[in-house]
């Protein structure tokens, strides 16, 4: 249990450093959405959609710069222009947490699963 929580953190830690060559990691499977973003965030911040950034599943910020984790935070804490802000009523902080690190781990699985779309683009759109 220990050790793969050491690898986990690891992985993410050493995400952009050590990708390319380490294709031992064991898990295999796309991170799971937190229920808030599906919720919260998806609606603006997908693909076919884009009133928010996409490169945000990349971990790139739409200026090209990498992400940061505190920038995730603030923006989401206090909105940012069209992009709304959540109260903690809304998005807690364990919640935030859980987005944070999703968004890493979906950039992480991106970088080995380039064809990866972690919100599938619907064809025919019909509204439900
Ligand atoms: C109403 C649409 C909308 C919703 C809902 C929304 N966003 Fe955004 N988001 C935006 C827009 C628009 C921007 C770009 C703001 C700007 O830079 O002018 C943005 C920017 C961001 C950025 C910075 C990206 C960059 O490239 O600088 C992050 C991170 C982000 N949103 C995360 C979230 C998260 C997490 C949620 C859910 C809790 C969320 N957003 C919900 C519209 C939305």
Redesign the pocket.
Known sequence: MNRKILLITAATLAFGMLLPGSGARAQDAPPKMPY??AM??V???KEGVQ???T??FDMI???GNP?HEQ??RN??RFG?????A?RVSE?SPKELNA?VTYLKEVAAYRKTHPGYKPVPVKEGGGKK
């Open positions: 808030v973003f919260y965030c609606m603006c911040h009133i928010g950034p490169g945000i910020s739409k200026s992400l920038y995730i923006n989401t940012f222009n069209a992009m709304p959540f998005v987005i």
